[in-house]
């Protein structure tokens, strides 16, 4: 039963009873033991301001919508335990996602790296990599054929958010994207790889990361976009000219 | 990347099938742009120079401190000493591998802190002065070197 | 899919894009990695601007360079040496701790290697410490 008192910092934009954009301290009840994260924000907007702007849909970790940063750090706030990142008597700090347009109070717009995806032209459903042997020894199902599954990139922009490049230099193509091309170059399903590869050979593409590795620090599916960033350098690096006369 | 996206129509791309119905435009094949003689870009040629010249420091640099101030009788060479040391072929070579390495690395290293702040045309000029600055610089420690080898004794 | 009507889009002002390796996201290891080679790099860039512009003294043959020598040799600039010495080593070792990344090397522990680059980064700049002030 939510029957404790948690005190919020939440992140409000400018509305008619605000002037100014800055934190603002809510009250609300929490289950300290139960609720998740995305639950008190929830809470938020049901009992205390309905005025509270905030992302949210599958609340399972498969959309990537709630993206928020919880006491400075980018998280999943429906798949984060309260207990997890609240001792129970400080103020808990909600600010929206950085480096990506902000709609209003947490909610951010991810319409330019989703476009920027699309343009790479990003399969969404990859192959598994590994199959689990079933009870039989068979490894492939014939009816169902090779598995498939969806990439692991939820386009959360968790990374986007942590990577320090992306808060100096907008023209960064960014660890979301660089992933996505890498995944691309690894597994093209009929993708244009040299396409891919020609696309984030530039300053600002893989060569302006810093190696902080900040966005495989903070996605919250595994993707590693630091290291896939890295395989792409070596994929580069390993070019080879095209001979003379011969067509692009 | 000024791409025009078709709203509604993003590719699903199966593993082992196309979307029914996808078609890749024929006039997107790549142009390779930006790669060059070497296969690279520039950007990707700059970042190599960058990591060779830092390695190729951290050993020059580890023995130019070594003989400057740990091999020198008190810490610190006087003029006898520092044309006495120049005077040995292999530290005179050591000592232009050092400045080459060391211009070349700190020149790609401020254009890189620069690269996040400017646009496309600023950089493209910075970039042109931090190599003029690098050739001024390295020029003038050749100079400086020749200067000391062939001053009387 | 149209943007919403209500969009901030702020693109950063020049001091965050001059400054912006400088945020406070310490608990960060691979931040902390990266302001601090940023640092040392700067500094040793005006000090090899320095370097070579006090080099020059030496063409005044060896009364102008001998002269300068009592200079060098007093305590503030040995102390000065030290840092620089500091300065250096880290930057040299997490250097090459961030181009072996590039070839795949240490991608699954960047937390513990840069542990490794900054004890040992301390242990060598105190060497260098003990060799030059005592």
């Not at chain 1, 958010?161 to 691309?184: F, H």
């Not at chain 2, 600023?122 to 001024?136: D, H, K, W, Y």
């Not at chain 3, 290697?113 to 260098?128: E, N, R």
Request: contains cysteine; proline residues 6%; glycine residues 8%.
């Amino acid at each position: 039963m939510p029957d404790e008192q948690i005190r919020l910092r939440l992140w409000r934009t400018t509305a008619p009873q605000r002037e100014r954009a800055g934190f603002v301290e809510t009250a609300v009840r929490a289950d300290r033991a139960a609720d998740s994260v995305l639950d008190v924000i929830e809470r938020v907007w049901a009992e205390a301001d309905p005025t509270l702007v905030f992302r949210h849909a599958c609340h399972h970790a498969s959309c990537g919508t709630c993206a928020v940063r919880v006491n400075g750090r980018e998280r999943l706030p429906c798949i984060t335990a309260l207990r997890d990142v609240w001792d129970g008597h400080s103020a808990l700090t909600i600010e929206p996602l950085r480096n990506v347009p902000l709609v209003a109070d947490l909610a951010v717009d991810p319409t330019s790296q989703l476009d920027q995806l699309a343009a790479l032209r990003f399969p969404y459903v990859r192959t598994v990599e590994e199959s689990v042997r079933c009870a039989t020894g068979i490894e492939r199902d014939a009816d169902v054929g090779t598995a498939e599954r969806f990439e692991d990139c939820l386009e959360c922009l968790a990374c986007v958010s942590a990577c320090p490049v992306a808060s100096g230099s907008p023209e960064y193509l960014g660890p979301a994207v660089l992933a996505a091309a890498q995944r691309i170059a690894e597994e093209p399903r009929h993708g244009d790889v040299d396409r891919v590869l020609d696309l984030v050979d530039t300053d600002h593409g893989v060569w302006q990361c810093r190696s902080v590795w900040a966005c495989s620090a903070v996605c919250p599916s595994g993707v590693d976009p630091g290291a896939r960033i890295m395989d792409l350098r070596r994929r580069l690096l390993r070019r080879r000219p095209i001979p003379a006369g011969a067509p692009a | 990347m000024s791409e025009q996206v078709q709203p509604g129509r993003r590719f699903l791309g199966r593993p082992d099938a196309v979307e029914p119905g996808y078609v890749p435009p024929a006039s997107d094949a790549s142009p390779r742009l930006g790669v060059r003689a070497g296969g690279r870009s520039r950007a990707g040629r700059l970042w190599l120079l960058q990591a060779l010249t830092g390695a190729m420091l951290v050993g020059v640099l580890a023995v130019h401190l070594v003989a400057q101030h740990f091999l020198a009788p008190g810490g610190l060479r006087d003029y006898a000493n520092v044309v006495d040391y120049l005077r040995q072929p292999l530290a005179a070579v050591i000592e232009v591998m050092l400045l080459g390495s060391v211009v070349v690395h700190a020149c790609l290293g401020l254009r890189s802190s620069l690269v996040d702040v400017l646009g496309e045309a600023a950089l493209r000029r910075v970039s042109l002065g931090l190599a003029c600055a690098g050739i001024l610089a390295i020029g003038y420690g050749l100079w400086l070197i020749s200067a000391l080898l062939t001053a009387p004794a | 899919m149209a943007a919403p009507q209500a969009v901030t889009v702020r693109s950063p002002g020049l001091l965050r894009r001059l400054a912006y390796w400088l945020e406070p996201r310490w608990r960060d290891p691979g931040w902390l990695a990266f302001a601090l080679n940023r640092l040392t790099g700067h500094i040793l860039v005006l000090y090899l601007i320095l370097h070579l512009v006090v080099l020059s003294q030496l063409l005044d043959g060896p009364s102008g360079w001998d002269r300068l020598l009592g200079i060098f040799g007093s305590r503030p600039f040995l102390v000065g040496d030290v840092l620089l010495i500091a300065a250096v080593v880290f930057h040299g070792l997490n250097g090459l701790r961030v181009a072996a990344l590039t070839f795949g090397i240490g991608a699954r522990h960047t937390t513990a290697l840069i542990v490794v680059v900054l004890v040992v980064s301390t242990v060598l700049s105190a060497l260098a410490g003990w060799a030059i002030l005592t």
